[in-house]
Nanobody
Framework: QVQLVESGGGLVQAGDSLRLSCAAS????????MGWFRQAPGKEREFAAS????????AYADSVKGRFTISRDNSENAVYLEMNNLKPEDTGVYYC?????????????????WGQGTQVTVSS
C-alpha cells in the first residue's frame, strides 16, 4: 500500500532554514507528480509546492515563492522541501502528498495519499 512519511520538521527562529523529507513507498514513485501542503493552526490546509514526475517542472504558492524549493530523487523515492528565510506565518503541519496522476495541481482533492505530517514552528 501507499505510504508517505515526512521528517525534518522542528522549532526554529525567523530567518532560519529547514529541509523536509518525504519517503515514499507502495507505488511507482517516478510515475506521479508530488506536492507539499501545509496547515497553520486554525486555518485550512493550503498548497505550498508541487513537482512533476521527472522533477523538471515545479510550482509554488505565492506565499513561499523565492524562499522554498521542492525537489525529488526518484532513485531514492523521496521528495524534499527546502525552506529558507522562514517566517512565523510559515508555522504549521507540513504534509507530503501523492498526485492522482502526472498533472501538477494546487488542489488538494487531486492528491489521493497523504503523509502523517511534520510540525514546523517558527518563532519571532
Amino acid at each position: 500500500q501507499v505510504q508517505l512519511v515526512e521528517s525534518g520538521g522542528g522549532l526554529v527562529q525567523a530567518g532560519d532554514s529547514l529541509r523536509l523529507s518525504c519517503a515514499a513507498s507502495g507505488f511507482t514513485f517516478s510515475n506521479y507528480a508530488m506536492g507539499w501542503f501545509r496547515q497553520a493552526p486554525g486555518k485550512e490546509r493550503e498548497f505550498a509546492a508541487s513537482i512533476s514526475r521527472s522533477g523538471g517542472n515545479t510550482a509554488y504558492a505565492d506565499s513561499v515563492k523565492g524562499r522554498f524549493t521542492i525537489s525529488r530523487d526518484n532513485s531514492e523515492n523521496a521528495v524534499y522541501l527546502e525552506m529558507n528565510n522562514l517566517k512565523p506565518e510559515d508555522t504549521g503541519v507540513y504534509y507530503c502528498a501523492k498526485s492522482r496522476g502526472t498533472i501538477q495541481s494546487t488542489m488538494a482533492f487531486l492528491y489521493d495519499y497523504w503523509g502523517q505530517g511534520t510540525q514546523v514552528t517558527v518563532s519571532s
